[in-house]
């Protein structure tokens, strides 16, 4: 992978950025996840699912401009081929476009955001977001082009996002995150909505940790993430916990989605490792101690939706660990 950027200007941000890829990956990005080639990732991930692989040639041009009042813009072009190695459906097992290469992808897509005195973690060129103490929130609009360097779908996506974190003494803090989004048009899996699963066992805030990648794809879905963080909670009543200062906290994850027929037709082929959920909704909560020797975090999570639950015990319950460092 080549990547550049050339900032125009810091403080408010403004830069252009320039991004080569061609590699073997997920097909997925989403933020908090451990790369497949990490080796840290690959000693803890759950042995009985299958590792699911692409092929990913990919560029992209972006502009970002910001505002001091906290809203910013970022229109990017940006063209995707995927080549299925592992676990997924291939090109043989898709029915060809009218035109174009299959799973050759074209897009114009612009991402806005308003994020109200958020505070950041910031080098010479790039920046942690450290959050903010009013909502953020993010609108995306992509426009799939058919015909442009032999891209081969036509399609619509529109999502948006709003997420907070806040206090609330004396109960401890509440973070939420609530998203929903739509697909117009018929395209292969990896240009849909494919919600976020875990396969290795460091938990994940961002995704679904006993869904498995590509379990559930849809054209149009809606979501929430509430995590509600105690603080002491019962361990103020143990001496030795509340010596180390131990958290508590719990959390509830949904996700409502639907495919339509036509994407059903396409992409659910024999041997396909997808589902969808018609409408009804996946649940998973959760529970755990936060703080353990400052920065470490273990999670008890439990899948309670849709109903039957999987026969796969490790898709029904699961022991997560992972690093967490407060600011």
């Keep these: 992978m080549f990547e550049t950027k050339y900032m125009f200007s810091r403080n408010p941000r403004s830069y252009i950025h320039f991004k080569f890829k061609n590699d073997i990956d997920y097909g997925q990005t989403y933020y908090d996840e451990i790369a497949y080639d990490n080796i840290f990732a ?19 041009v972006s502009l ?3 505002w001091k009042n906290g809203f ?15 676990n997924l459906p291939g090109k043989e097992d898709i029915a060809a476009p009218e035109r174009g290469e299959i799973f050759n ?8 955001r308003f994020a109200y005195l958020e505070r950041y973690l910031e080098t010479s060129f790039n920046r942690t977001n450290l959050g903010s103490d009013y909502p953020i929130g ?31 003494p004396p109960l401890g803090s509440i973070y939420y995150s609530l998203y929903a989004g739509k697909t117009f048009g018929t395209i292969p899996y990896m240009f849909l909505n494919i919600a976020p699963g875990n396969e290795i066992y460091y938990y994940n805030k961002y995704a679904f940790n006993l869904m498995n990648r590509y379990e559930y794809i849809s054209d149009q879905y809606a979501g929430v993430i509430f995590e509600h963080n105690i603080g002491n909670g019962i361990f103020r009543l143990i001496p030795p916990t509340r010596i180390l200062k131990f958290r508590q906290f ?13 994407n059903k037709t396409l992409n659910f082929t024999p041997g396909h490792p997808f589902s969808e959920l018609g409408g009804k909704p996946y649940m998973e909560i959760g529970t755990g101690v936060d703080n353990i020797l400052k920065f470490f975090r273990l999670d008890l999570v439990w899948r309670v939706l849709p109903q039957p639950l999987p026969p796969e015990s490790y898709k029904r319950f699961g022991v997560f660990g992972s690093f967490r460092i407060g600011f």
């Design 105 to 112: 992808s074209f897009e114009l897509s612009l991402n806005i």
């Design 42 to 60: 690959l000693a803890i991930r759950k042995s009985q699912v299958p590792v699911k692989l692409l092929q990913i040639h990919e560029q992209e």
């Design 64 to 66: 970002f401009k910001e």
């Design 250 to 262: 719990w959390n509830i994850k949904m996700l409502f989605g639907s495919l339509s027929e036509a």
């Design 138 to 168: 993010e609108v995306r609009i992509v426009q799939g082009i058919p015909g442009v360097m032999n891209s081969a779908y036509k399609y619509t996506k529109i999502g948006f996002n709003v997420s907070d974190w806040a206090s609330i």
């Design 72 to 86: 910013s813009v970022k229109p990017t072009v940006h063209r995707m081929i995927y080549n299925p190695l592992i």
